[in-house]
């Protein structure tokens, strides 16, 4: 991997870098977690590493990308956001791959800005702000009606891990679902009451551990977080807010997606907002926090405790920024 860093460091704990051929990013460290933000294409998160071990799939064609090329065969990967809901939204290349603006805002924060997108008449601003001290990295997407008119839109998490791990989800009650989540079988069939062997409920826990016959699963999980193990070692774990009391716009009013293809090298972990009905020039925000620790993979034929798992989140991911 070549990576140049130029320019001098504007705040402690971010400075302007290149990585791979992106030439404008930003990276923010503190000792042990390096964060590097793309505003050249898409305004994502290049990396998310603990003791240097990326949590997030970064696929190697990456390294393809040009300045001011268009080239479609270079993949959109690693730690992507978007917006929703999935199969109603327009196209809207601008925000998915196009350029945005990247600025450093602070010891260890950085935002990253949109171009306009006409056809769903927003712009997107992502925050970024990683702790001093611990893994924790806070991710603030921004809706914003740049319309003359009145929009709704939804935050849509579409972050890839790397693959081969588990998922584990606390599950609320009650839900719309029988077996507490839905699959997706292709041709617009959701099955609301799927069973698959590498899927299983059990203390309270949604656990995948491997690819089902679909990829696609839906929840409707009020939990507000949910964790994934890799096989590196790290427990990857996303906090946010889920409200029952409001509409979620999602086809099954999903809260969370899971997308885990048999045979590829990254899992999509997807946390979904609520619907955001904006009038013109007003906004909506989404916060996402993501939290590394250091978790051994389980051994064949282990069952993890799940309670134990639960209690440990809770408790090392509820410490503030500091």
């Known amino acids: 991997m070549c990576l140049f ?15 791979l051929n992106y030439p404008n990013c930003i990276l923010l ?32 064609a990456e390294a393809r990308w040009q300045p001011g090329k268009a080239d479609r065969e270079v993949p959109v990967s690693a730690g992507r956001f978007d917006i929703g809901p999935e199969q109603i939204i327009p ?11 990247g600025e450093i805002t602070g010891a260890s924060s950085a935002r990253l800005t949109s171009p306009k997108n006409a056809a769903t008449g927003v712009q997107l601003v992502r925050e970024f702000k990683l702790a001093s001290r611990n893994s924790q990295l806070i991710c603030r997407q921004i809706i914003r009606n740049i319309s003359d008119r009145t929009v709704e839109w939804c935050h849509w998490s579409r972050t890839f891990g790397e693959g081969g791990g588990i998922v584990w989800l606390p599950l609320t009650s009650p839900s719309r679902f029988p077996n507490s989540y839905v699959m997706y079988e292709g041709r617009g069939t959701i099955n609301f009451r799927p069973s698959d062997p590498n899927i299983c409920v059990r203390d309270g826990f949604l656990e995948v551990t491997g690819a089902p016959a679909f990829p696609k ?27 029952p009391d409001r509409v979620y716009n999602e086809v099954a009013g999903l809260t969370i997606s899971i997308w885990y293809p048999n045979n590829q090298p990254m899992v999509e972990l997807e946390p979904i907002g609520p619907r955001e009905r904006l009038q013109p020039g007003k906004s909506a925000s989404f916060v996402e926090e993501w939290w590394l620790l250091e978790n051994a993979f389980p051994r064949a034929g282990e069952t993890v405790d799940l309670r134990s798992l639960q209690r440990r989140v809770e408790k090392e991911t509820r410490r503030p920024v500091k």
């Open 217 to 243: 699963l839906g929840l409707d999980s009020y939990a507000g977080w949910f964790a994934y193990q890799e096989r590196s070692g790290l427990l990857f774990v996303k906090r946010f807010r889920a409200d």
């Open 91 to 101: 196209q809207r290349m601008e925000l998915w791959s196009g350029v945005w603006t």
């Open 29 to 60: 460290t503190n000792p042990q977690v390096r964060v590097v933000l793309c505003p050249d294409a898409g305004g994502r998160v290049l990396e998310y590493a603990w003791k240097g071990t990326n949590a997030l799939h970064l696929d190697p």
């Open 5 to 19: 860093v130029f320019g001098p460091q504007a705040a402690s704990g971010a400075e302007r870098l290149r990585f």
